[in-house]
């Protein structure tokens, strides 16, 4: 999608670690036109699929996720939390994500009252690189019993294996910014 | 404001510990509907202030912190992360907050890029109980130099001291439902 990556070459900074950074747009300040852009731009890649609901994590892909379930007609977003919060409850679908970002195992947990087995779910977020937290999501909504319809992500680090493992296991992965490699002077694009 | 209220007679659900427990349309499974029409109503209470940018706190504050973006004009939201982030840089706002849902000090952080003085900000939260995020977020904005137009929140335990404290310092809290007292069996509204 152009418009994303114009605004990843204007606004984006590698830094060290493989870490593109785009919190001025994306996951810390957020450009409210831009996200609405992407999430329309979801919907029509996600129209005909019969989505019931939308599923992300927490915090970068609430956002994202949001606006994204605004464009479905009577479709809640569903977060996924991590860490064990005391209000929650017992009765949870849970899996666990490492994050590259913290270097830490998360444990994701979803309401069991929140996925159901008619649901048909569409999984958002902002990156896709590793493929450790779509992984879980995506396991997520098998454990309920739900229909998957894919995955949908801002920027896909498409030089790292996650969006190939995705798509090896039947996934349909829908990335809006393909980044084929990247260092400090230089971002290209599939 | 009545719609919320109806909504939390209707689905809230109070645990031990003095948790009201909204997550079906809140903070855990999010109604996209009844969370525009929220927003709406900050816009609309805000709506003379000049509000440049929206500052909320992860998580649970984001969703309704974007809708409430959306309805002002060239406003993004920018979102306080929790914990000291391998990528945020070292140049950042910080302030403490203790979460009494997780029985714990958190340090949150936010880019200086994203406050400036010649900003005007209104601060977003789902809830309002002991107001140490909403502290923290108003220190955040003073540390800035930026004005801080106000607090607009869902839901404000108002049995409780923080809403006191912050109008005591002179802040604007605007609360969209304000429960005076709650049990297991009722909720009661101010």
């Known amino acids: 999608m152009k418009l994303l990556e114009e605004r990843i070459l204007k606004e984006g900074q590698v830094l060290p670690g493989d870490i593109l950074k785009v919190d001025s747009f994306l996951n810390h300040q957020i450009d409210t036109e831009l996200i609405d852009c992407l999430a329309e731009e979801f919907h029509r890649l996600f129209a005909q699929e019969g989505i019931t609901k939308i599923l992300t994590i927490e915090a970068s892909g609430i956002a994202l996720g949001?606006?994204?379930?605004?464009?479905?007609a009577n479709c809640p977003l569903v977060f996924a939390k991590k860490g064990q919060a005391r209000n929650i409850g017992i009765d949870v679908y849970h899996a666990l994500v490492?994050?590259?970002t913290r270097d830490e195992d998360l444990e994701i947990f979803v309401s069991k009252k929140y996925l159901h087995e008619n649901d048909c779910i569409l999984v958002i977020d902002d990156f896709l690189a590793n493929g450790k937290a779509l992984s879980a999501l995506a396991d997520i909504v098998h454990q309920a019993g739900a229909r998957l319809a894919g995955c949908g992500v801002a920027i896909e680090k498409a030089y790292q294996p996650g969006g190939k493992l995705l798509r090896d296991q039947g996934i349909r992965v829908e990335a809006l910014a393909r980044i084929s490699a990247m260092n400090e002077d230089t971002i290209l694009f599939e």
């Open 66 to 72: 949001y606006a994204t379930a605004q464009k479905f």
């Open 98 to 100: 490492h994050s590259y």
